[in-house]
């Protein structure tokens, strides 16, 4: 039988700039419908680079990763992106924000997720 065990509490700069170009690359090597869901607290960081440079590399990535047919939907977690910066980076009606709860983002993500593959289905159904 299998027993629960939670996850362990993660706590740390993840270097979203970094990360997002990779796994977009790997994920175009997929068959069929690719799609990227990205879970983020917040602005991306990386002590000595300035943040309109880290805005870029996001925003970069993801406009590569689409034109390679790989798409990237984003769930932030609180309220420290603005809506703005938000559109710019992950791109307009591609991202939702949710309280950080662990049931609140359960159930953001899962909603995501289905938004997503309806999306998809209507486009490719």
């Known amino acids: ?12 700069l993840t270097p979203i700039p970094s990360v997002l170009p990779v796994v977009m690359r790997h994920s175009e090597k997929g068959r069929g419908s690719r799609h990227v869901f990205l ?3 917040g602005i991306p960081m990386d002590m000595g ?9 996001v ?3 993801r406009l590569a990763g689409q034109k390679r047919g790989v ?8 309220n420290s992106t603005p809506p703005g910066l938000a559109d710019i980076m992950y791109g307009q009606r591609r991202w939702a924000r949710v309280e950080d709860n662990q049931f609140s983002i359960f159930d ?3 909603d995501l997720v289905g938004r997503t593959f309806l999306t ?3 486009r490719n159904g």
């Open 108 to 110: 953001e993500l899962v």
């Open 59 to 61: 925003t970069k990535a």
């Open 1 to 12: 039988a299998l027993k629960y065990q939670p996850l362990p509490r993660m706590w740390g």
């Open 39 to 41: 879970l983020s607290d």
């Open 120 to 122: 998809h289905l209507r």
């Open 71 to 78: 798409n990237l939907s984003t769930l932030l977690i609180g």
């Open 49 to 57: 680079v300035r943040s309109s440079e880290l805005h870029g590399a």
